[in-house]
């Protein structure tokens, strides 16, 4: 619940209670707001309540699969994680709950297997001595933190005021100037949608935008950019996955930055928002919003962030996308003389690179401190404690989902699953295959760092156990692997987009003064067409051989065409 976020926690502990502690000033819980803050707490309370007993029913019956066949037993605690993901919604509870059978299952089958795991030297302190996980809770609490500076100091609006004139005549140069903020605000989804909708609101609705469009664009621009950004809360959690997970010999940069034209649905489903600003492509129910082309609805008084120098959200940015690639070069001490291209490699895939995104992030949070408001200057600590504490509660579902890709080894479910798949399976398959599970998970769960947990620890492994099985050279996993990396991120951000139960969803429709409803319901034909589009014309042309940056470039070519074909005659009709 993207890529270091709220929601995961949330939907354990009630949407209305940590919005309305966290996310939100009190001011904003009267009228429209409080009243769907209200709908979701009961909806989401009622929906626990119906399947309270699936928990405790799950990990009882875990005894029971030592009678199933030996293939399936190593399989149990997955079945548990997915069964509980799809009934309860509720991606932390069903990782929880997966530890435990896996736990149990390892203890009545290898007890001393099972003290192992808890030893010195065992699974669980593996995991929590990683460099990879720990450094990863560390820049995701700076990184909220920066976020939260960010926000009240007031730049963004700055920003977003010198983009466009405040005229009906501009509607388009504001529409242009909210993605380009969208895309500026790259290094957290839940940030970006919270700060970019709240900042756009008052000016989309004297300029007598649909709001329902406007949450489009925010939610479309957080996590998608979140998850292909190189330095974002995303990446550390994403790199660990890789780098613990990964069967390919190499550099989990450099495997990240080869999944990027894999990741088919964050690069159609932005290209897609895009082309609809550009030619005004409107679906569905965001059409008939546009047609009724009244003034947003009043919620109350609506507040504003203090305008003042874009510079106090363009210093920090540039501090940290600067000093990142820095950082990374200088930490890293090479024991002999090496050339200058291999010492960046080397760099890249030194143990120091977590290391160099706390200093990174520590460096852009002095920067946003150097240059907030003066006179405000005594509230910048407590606004940073607020914006990190905002995110600690995704670290739980970070812990549990590395937790349970410790369990997963122990158990070897990754090579069970190999065996069963491994004779009939197509490799060249696998990816699609794991795209469109990734889509069903999300979307059920709302949950893209639950859906990440799930799916990381068992088809990364996976991809290389069939590649095994069916004697696929190395060339072939080389390429097999990147995809499937790609498809497992795109198919988490899928839920995150249109799943009613997601963090940003909510958060995008709070932001900007709509229902989580109106704002699913407006949203998810560009989120089907997007996941469409990734299939047949992303993950269907590599499966057949075609490169993965070509098969990206034709989709993109046939997006682009296929969406001014459809505008053109109505675009014709308004200019008569």
Not at 224 to 248: D, E, K, M, R
Not at 426 to 453: D, E, K, Q, R, Y
Request: charged share 10%; glycine share 8%; hydrophobic share 50%.
């Amino acid at each position: 619940h993207a890529h270091p976020r709220i929601a995961d926690a949330q939907e354990s502990r009630g949407l209305g209670d940590v919005y309305k502690r966290q996310v939100m000033p009190e001011r904003h819980f009267c009228g429209p707001t409080g009243g769907i803050i209200h709908f979701l707490t009961v909806m989401q309370q009622t929906g626990s309540k119906k399947h309270a007993l699936l928990a405790p029913i799950a990990v009882v019956s875990t005894p029971l699969a030592l009678l199933l066949p030996d293939q399936v037993i190593a399989l149990w605690p997955a079945l548990v994680a997915l069964t509980l993901v799809f009934l309860n919604k509720n991606a932390p509870l069903s990782l929880g709950v997966s530890c435990l059978s896996a736990l149990l299952l390892i203890l009545l089958v290898d007890r001393l297997a099972f003290l192992n795991w808890f030893s010195l030297e065992g699974g669980l302190v593996g995991t929590l001595k990683s460099p990879w996980h720990s450094y990863a809770l560390v820049f995701t609490l700076l990184l909220g933190a920066l976020s939260a500076i960010i926000e009240k100091s007031g730049g963004l609006l700055a920003l977003l005021q010198r983009g466009s004139a405040l005229t009906d005549r501009n509607r388009q140069r504001f529409l242009n100037s909210v993605m380009g903020m969208g895309f500026l605000c790259f290094f957290d989804g839940l940030a970006n949608a919270l700060m970019l909708g709240r900042v756009a609101r008052p000016v989309a609705d004297r300029l007598r935008i649909p709001r329902a469009y406007l949450a489009y664009l925010v939610d479309t621009t957080s996590s998608a950019v979140a998850c292909l950004a190189f330095v974002s809360t995303w990446i550390v959690t994403q790199l660990g996955y890789i780098s613990n997970h990964s069967p390919l010999e190499k550099a989990a940069y450099l495997q990240f930055l080869s999944s990027l034209p894999y990741n088919y649905y964050c690069i159609f489903g932005l290209l897609i928002a895009i082309l609809s600003v550009q030619y005004r492509w409107l679906m569905g129910p965001m059409r008939r919003r546009f047609q009724k082309s009244n003034p947003s609805p009043a919620g109350g008084k609506e507040v504003e962030p203090e305008r003042t120098s874009p510079a106090r959200a363009l210093v920090p940015l540039f501090v940290l996308l600067l000093s990142l690639p820095l950082v990374i070069f200088w930490s890293y001490s090479p024991e002999q003389e090496i050339s200058f291209s291999l010492r960046i490699q080397k760099a890249l895939d030194a143990s120091s690179v977590p290391r160099a995104f706390v200093i990174s992030s520590l460096l852009a949070l002095a920067a946003a401190f150097a240059v907030y408001p003066r006179g405000r200057l005594r509230e910048a600590p407590r606004v940073a404690c607020l914006g990190a504490g905002q995110l600690a509660p995704a670290l739980c579902v970070l812990l549990l989902a590395w937790i349970l890709g410790s369990l997963f080894r122990e158990l070897g479910t990754a090579d069970v699953l190999a065996n069963l798949l491994g004779g009939w399976l197509p490799l060249n398959a696998l990816a699609s295959g794991v795209f469109v599970l990734g889509c069903l998970i999300s979307f059920v769960s709302g949950s893209s760092w639950g859906t990440m947990g799930l799916l990381m620890p068992l088809v990364l492994p996976l991809s290389g156990a069939i590649a095994a099985a069916q004697g696929a050279s190395p060339e072939i996993l080389e390429t097999i692997v990147p995809a499937v990396i790609g498809a497992v991120f795109g198919g988490a951000v899928f839920g995150d987009h249109c799943s009613p139960y997601s963090d940003t969803t909510i958060v995008s429709a709070l932001a900007t003064g709509i229902s989580t409803h109106e704002h699913t319901i407006t949203q998810l034909p560009y989120a089907l067409v997007a996941a469409v589009a990734a299939v047949f014309l992303g993950f269907f042309p590599v499966s057949l051989g075609v490169p993965a940056w070509v098969a990206l470039l034709l989709g993109c070519g046939l997006l682009t065409a296929g969406i001014r074909i459809i505008t053109r005659k109505p675009r014709a009709e308004s200019a008569r």
